[in-house]
């Protein structure tokens, strides 16, 4: 009886060298690229074409391809097997331990046969013939790798040199990188060299040993992980915190390179990694002339050349041995002997963080650009601002409600100085956008309701009122102050007359009270003690850009030019594109785990302030430090189940606060209005597929009107409340929005 070859698929990497085809959210293994289905089905069929013998499949993929992994298992019997997200990349070893583990914890122990997800492989007959004559090696606790005869000094594969054979198997000597031409000659010259697979086969047991006598750490924080795994029908679930923490190698420099009495079977099936656009000039079906021609292309003259169009015409005259492809978005060109270099293009882009590598133009996935706005022009304007601006207004004791419950009734909570001048902002932005409602009053109310019981005795405005607008908490916060003015000179602009005499008076307080002596930015309150924080200077950047725009004077830019000059010299980590929140007096990051708190709605918050700061200043290099912020939030502070941002996350990506509140969605929504059109990707994709979310989560399931300000990790609600201040966020991002799309609705 044929023994159990219990089979994982890796389905983890990204394939920049096919780059602009393939790409972080649409890596290679989702891709047709010679015309016969996706590299990962094809893999999957192969593994599933066993003749005889139990051969369970299991996948490792990453969750965060979690719905395009589960479309492509449900047309193949995976014969009791399924998929196993990774929260995170860990690299080749982190994922064998893992196909080990569950091994051992399904059927005790058996034979594991581990490959990748992206190699075209010639037959699946010859593939398993070559499989099954590397188990009894496999069975008698040796390590197998397999072997392809170089017909060519390839530089772009790991070799394996061997020794003696035994019957069908030869000994590994050693495993050697990617040699240069001079090297890979000689090995070709030598006959002894093979290129290496990539594909491993072994007993669960002999690869725990090997872990154990070698990794033992990646062994034992990989068991961590699994034990603490949870499962659903779609498949199994790591934590991240526990995933994280494995050490990040290859299987390659974790275990092969270290164990001996490895064993090598030489394949007979024909191999190609598909790793370059050379490699599928050579594999795919091409012309008379040589060429391979994928999509809407016209070749005239052209030889030995690889022409892909996706979407727009492509036509070429004239090339000979050329590489040519081209998306909606980006297009490569290179003489096809260097096309495997395209990597370098790749790093370049993710260095000047543009957003190319990360997203996938994809017109047949997407929602059609403004899809969303005869939705979102309702729900402010018939709904939402209809209700704030009668419930939400305290007729008896002035200013506005901190809160609404669920059934709209006011809550008598603490009145907050920030809430009073956002709602002030909100009603002044509503009636700058057409809304027919009684905004001069609501601005007039809310002002003189912070002017009369909000003012202390050095100009500056206090931190809470209690409900009835006598004092609760006197001190004089920046963060305040920031929303203070920023309320003001929207009520400047929508004609209110008090407002830029008490924006003169509160700048006075600022540069005097506030203002760091040593011109380093400003304190949190005037006592100066304690942490200091970049969001307070964030919203000061925020207000001094609208002072800016409403009275064209450039003194305020100069303002914010000195929150820039912060932001380039302390808020912004370069290796991580992160940004920081908590910082000591001399703006270095806090102590402990203060100091690795970074916020993905401040990133998306902080990237649309900088394109707009970059285009009133002029200094256009901003626009990068944006798109670094916005891919860093994409990349890792999002929630893979709801696609929401988290709270917090460190500065690798683990999350710190699992909730998403509403208001980081809403500047989300921001960030892609502001990017979109900068000189990178079409973000209007993008920017439809924020909007929904935030409606999906937040806006459908609350009453009309309201939000749904908090959803836990697995998309529950946990709000108790509705806070008026995130009014202002839906109220800004919601209107951006509209503004963006005001030409489709034309």
Known sequence: MADRIVSFVMSGGVGSRLWPLSREDNPKQFHDLSGDGSMLVKTLKRLAARDEGETPIYLIASERHAERVRADLAAIDLAGGGAIFEPTGRNTAAAVAIAALQTIKAYGDGIVLVVPSDHEISTQRQFWDTVERGVPAANAGRLVVFGIKPATPETGYGYIEVGGERGEVADVTRFVEKPDLATAEAYLAAGNF?????????????????????????????????????????????????????PSNSIDYAIMERVSGIAMVPASFRWNDLGSWQSLLDVSPSDKNGNVIVGDVVAIDCENSYLRGEGRLLSAIGLKDVAIVSTSDATFVAPVSHSQNVKRIVEQLEKSGRLETKFTPAHGRVIANGAWRRRVQHWLMEETLPLWSTVGVDEQFGGFYEALGFDARPLAKPKRMR????????????????????????????????????????????????????????????YDHACVLLALAHAHRSGNAEALGLATETFAFLDKHLEDERMTGFMESPDGEGVRRSNPHMHLLEAFLAWHAVTGDRAYLRRAARIIDLFRSHFFEVDSWTLGEFFDRDWHPAPGDKGQWTEPGHHFEWASLLVDF?????????????????????????NRATGLAYGAVSRQGLPLDNISRSWPQTEAIKAAVALDGSGGPDLKPEIEARVGRLFRWHIDPAPQGLWIDQIDERGRSLAKEVPASIFYHLVTALTQYLDKTEDVAH
């Open 194 to 246: 093979f290129w290496n697979a990539g594909i491993f086969l072994f007993k669960a047991s002999a690869m725990r040993d090997a872990f154990l006598k070698h990794q033992p750490e990646i062994w034992q924080k990989a068991e961590a992980a699994f034990k603490a795994a949870t499962s659903d029908l779609s498949g199994v679930y790591m934590p991240i915190d526990l995933y994280q923490d494995i």
């Open 419 to 478: 809430t009073m001048a956002r709602q002030v902002y909100a009603f002044a932005v509503a009636k700058q956008r057409g809304w027919d409602g009684k905004a001069d009053q609501l601005i007039d109310h809310g002002i003189r309701f912070m002017a009369d019981k909000g003012r202390t005795d050095r100009g500056g405005w206090v931190r809470t009122l209690n409900p009835d607008g006598s004092v609760l908490d006197p001190i004089e916060d920046a």
């Open 614 to 638: 970059a285009d009133k200043s002029g200094q256009k290099d901003l626009v990068a430090f944006g798109r670094k912020l916005y891919a860093s939030a994409v990349a890792n502070g999002l």
